[in-house]
C-alpha cells in the first residue's frame, strides 16, 4: 500500500514554490519623478482616480508588478500608476514652478525663433503626409494666448 503524499519532499515543496511565486510580492517603496501624478482605481485613465494626486519626491508603495502597470497602496485602497512615472531612488520636490508648468527650464528658455522654426519643421511634416495643417495652427494659436503667469498658477 502507497504511503500517503509527504508534503515535505523536495519535489512538492518546489511545485508549491513555482505555483505561488508570480502572484507573490514584496512590498516595495518608490518615489513620484514626476510633477503630479494620479493613481487610477486600473490600469489606465479610462477608470476614476484613487485619492489625491502625488506630487513629485513622493513616496508609494508597490504591491505587485503587472507589466507596465504598478499596483500600488494608497491609504486603505489600491491604484495603479505607469512605471515609466516612477523610480525607486529618491526624489526632491521640484520648486521652480514656471518651468515645471511649461514643460522644464529649457522650455523657458525657448526662443520665438526656434518656436518658428519647429513650426515650419511642423507645417513642412503636415504637408508631406497630407495632413491637415489648420489644427495646429489653432493649437499653436492657443498656446501662444497663455501667459507664463497663467502656466504658474495653473501649477
Do not use: C
Not at 504637408?127 to 493649437?139: F, Q
Amino acid at each position: 500500500m502507497p504511503s500517503p503524499a509527504n508534503p515535505f519532499r523536495p519535489a512538492f515543496l518546489i511545485t508549491l514554490i513555482i505555483i505561488l511565486a508570480p502572484g507573490f510580492t514584496f512590498a516595495e517603496d518608490v518615489y513620484v519623478q514626476r510633477p503630479s501624478l494620479t493613481v487610477y482605481a486600473g490600469k489606465g485613465p479610462v477608470y476614476p482616480a484613487v485619492g489625491q494626486p502625488f506630487k513629485k519626491g513622493d513616496k508609494l508603495t508597490i504591491i505587485a508588478h503587472e507589466g507596465k502597470w504598478l499596483k500600488v497602496q494608497v491609504g486603505d485602497q489600491t491604484g495603479y500608476v505607469f512605471e515609466e512615472a516612477i523610480s525607486v531612488q529618491p526624489i526632491a520636490a521640484d520648486n521652480d514652478k514656471l518651468g515645471k508648468a511649461i514643460g522644464g527650464s529649457e522650455a523657458s528658455r525657448m526662443t520665438s525663433s526656434a518656436g518658428g522654426k519647429a513650426f515650419g519643421e511642423a507645417q513642412a511634416y503636415a504637408k508631406s503626409r497630407n495632413l491637415d495643417p489648420t489644427v495646429l495652427k489653432r493649437m499653436l494659436a492657443s498656446r501662444a494666448a497663455i501667459t507664463p503667469q497663467v502656466w504658474i498658477d495653473f501649477a
